[in-house]
């Protein structure tokens, strides 16, 4: 396992950006963003793996970018052209290399006013 770090939630309006870093305590392999909407299920918003294969939830397409530095062991989420559905709490995910064990972040708060 892993700890992870997150930074870069806040309040936007909607047309806005922000952009969520994760940093982990070791090696990781696939590192991902989830977010959780009040009444709703956690969803995969992307992914990405070492190689930097990248996953992205229909919803997100085109708006969000996710990316990492495996010299920092840091995933990033850049979102784009917010919109308020986009309001939830966001969880960094990062599987330990060479397991399947995952680790969570904290969870960050999005939201996005219209």
């Known amino acids: 396992q892993v700890q992870l770090v997150e930074s870069g939630g806040g309040l936007v309006q909607a047309g806005g950006s922000l952009t969520l870093s994760c940093v982990a305590s070791?090696?990781?392999?696939?590192m991902g963003w989830y977010r959780q909407a009040p009444g709703k299920q956690r969803e995969l918003v992307a992914s990405?793996?070492?190689?930097?294969?990248?996953n992205y939830a229909d919803s997100v397409k085109g708006r969000f970018t996710i990316s990492r530095d495996n010299a920092k062991n840091t995933v990033y989420l850049q979102m784009n052209s917010l919109k308020p559905e986009d309001t939830a709490v966001y969880y960094c995910?990062?599987?330990?290399?060479?397991?399947?064990?995952?680790?969570w972040g904290q969870g960050t708060q999005v939201t996005v006013s219209s």
């Open positions: 995910n990062a599987r330990v290399l060479s397991t399947n064990f995952d680790s």
């Open positions: 990405i793996t070492r190689g930097s294969s990248t």
């Open positions: 070791g090696i990781t392999s696939t």
